[in-house]
């Protein structure tokens, strides 16, 4: 009988979930329960082609909301009856976690206590574990941590040049994020590599509203753009990326900013969104600048620099590239960041295939390179399907 797992990624304000099959990557069910805490919560699914809209009791908990998941699952019975297994996106596991692992009360403690470091997703994650343990008690849960996949990242790489005993004594060291779609695109270049993933150099960039870019030497990660939290490193939609940590003291002493305040600026005004004055979606700004608005096309100029910055030194870094890998909505998608990210590389022997650049996008997986070029590969992410094979790799062990 086909099996299915559950999988979810849940926020401080909404749960994303997906049943996928244990065998292939389908995805029969998935859905997303928004606005939770909030007068408009509501759970939206698709099956199929039908799409489902559902509201949810005013101000709905995650536990709410997991309870409407359980019983849209009793709708398609033979889904919900083939369930083996649930699978958590937890985002920060620390130096504890180096990969996933079965969730048990030690665990979820754990988990619950890195809070300070993902204030605003451990919380969450722990709050949909308990809410998953209520709604799905016969199941075993699985942690599948955002981090795990840079604890091979070395001590010169993870940590930053302050007191060591702030890295001992609290853990302030880089971590990185996004490690689910590193790990996968990774894999995936490999196979269009027809190498082992242990024989591949690569360069992941995954460029959604969050960003990041990892560095892999063979096989391994060495070094990743985002720190201690997903603040650091690349531009994103409103995360500011690298800046120098004297602007927050600055706002702090001279323009009266709380704590909260800047971490508000840092991570939700800033970026795209910060410097167009329009908004933190690409394709907006693609539009925008295409109709002449200049803030627009300075935050896309902004972004690409930043990445193109970033490969540079990784290039630096990982030795004889075997391929520089796009994914994430904008990596994926955009055909425009794309080529301005490349034209701006062709002195390090890089060029784009202009069909193939339009072609793959929107699902679609390849190279985007032309023969003579450095390898370029566009690749669909899907942190789901690792999450539910993890899940299934770890729910049965021993
Ligand atoms: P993600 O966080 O991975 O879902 O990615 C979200 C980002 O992808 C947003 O900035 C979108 O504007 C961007 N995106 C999605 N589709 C496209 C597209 N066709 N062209 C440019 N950007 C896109």
Sequence with gaps: MTQHVLVLNCGSSSIKFAIIETTSAKLPLQGIAENLGAENSQLRYSYGQDKTSLKLTTNATHKDALHCIEQVLKKFDTLGSSLVAVGHRVVHGGERFTHSCLIDDAVKQAISDMSHMAPLHNPANVAGITSAQAAFPNLPQVAVFDTAFFQTLPKHAYLYALPYKLYEQHGIRKYGFHGSSHYFVSGQAAKYLTKEIKDCNLITAHLGNGCSITAIKQGKAIDTSMGFTPLEGLMMGTRCGDIDPSVATFLIENLAYSANQVSALLNKQSGLHGISQLSNDCRTLEQEQAQGNQQAKLA????????????????????????????????????????????????????LDDKLNTEMRFGHSGFISQPSSKNILAIATNEEWVIAQDTIKYAFQA
């Design 300 to 351: 896309l100029d902004m972004f690409v620099y930043r990445l193109v910055k970033y490969i540079g030194s990784y290039l630096a870094i990982v030795g004889p590239l075997d391929a520089l890998v796009f994914t994430g909505g904008i990596g994926e998608n955009s055909s425009y960041i794309r080529q301005q990210t490349i034209s701006q590389l062709k002195h390090m022997g890089f060029s």
